[in-house]
C-alpha cells in the first residue's frame, strides 16, 4: 500500500518560514515526479510546485516563487518544501502528491492526507 505522509504544517506568523516534508512508504518514488499543491478554505486545490526524479528541474507556481523551494532526497523517498516570506494568503491545508510514470504530462495519483499551515498577520 502506498502513503504519503506530510509533517511540518503548523501555526507562523506572517514572514516567517515553514518546512513541510512528505515521506512516502509502499513504493520508491525516485523515478517520479513529486510535488506539492494546496487547497484554501472555499478555494479550488491548486498547484504549488513539483520537482523532477533527478531534481534538475522545479516549477513553481506564480504566487510562491521566490518564496517556496521545493527539494527531495531520494535515498529517504521524501520531498520537502521549504517556505518563506509566508503570507496569510499562503494559509492552506498542503497536499503532496507523487506522478504516475515520470513522464510528461504529469498526471498525480498518489497523494497525501495534508497538513494544515496557518499564517497569522
Known amino acids: 500500500q502506498v502513503q504519503l505522509v506530510e509533517s511540518g504544517g503548523g501555526l507562523v506568523q506572517a514572514g516567517g518560514s515553514l518546512r513541510l516534508s512528505c515521506t512516502a512508504s509502499?513504493?520508491?518514488?525516485?523515478?517520479?515526479?513529486m510535488g506539492w499543491f494546496r487547497r484554501a478554505p472555499g478555494k479550488e486545490r491548486e498547484f504549488v510546485a513539483h520537482?523532477?526524479?533527478?531534481?534538475?528541474?522545479?516549477s513553481y507556481a506564480d504566487s510562491v516563487k521566490g518564496r517556496f523551494t521545493i527539494s527531495r532526497d531520494n535515498a529517504k523517498n521524501t520531498v520537502y518544501l521549504q517556505m518563506s516570506s509566508l503570507k496569510p494568503e499562503d494559509a492552506a491545508v498542503y497536499y503532496c502528491?507523487?506522478?504516475?510514470?515520470?513522464?510528461?504530462?504529469?498526471?498525480?495519483?498518489?497523494w497525501g492526507q495534508g497538513t494544515q499551515v496557518t499564517v497569522s498577520s
Open positions: 502528491t507523487g506522478d504516475r510514470d515520470g513522464r510528461p504530462p504529469l498526471v498525480w495519483p498518489y
Open positions: 520537482i523532477s526524479p533527478s531534481a534538475g528541474t522545479t
Open positions: 509502499g513504493r520508491t518514488f525516485s523515478t517520479n515526479f
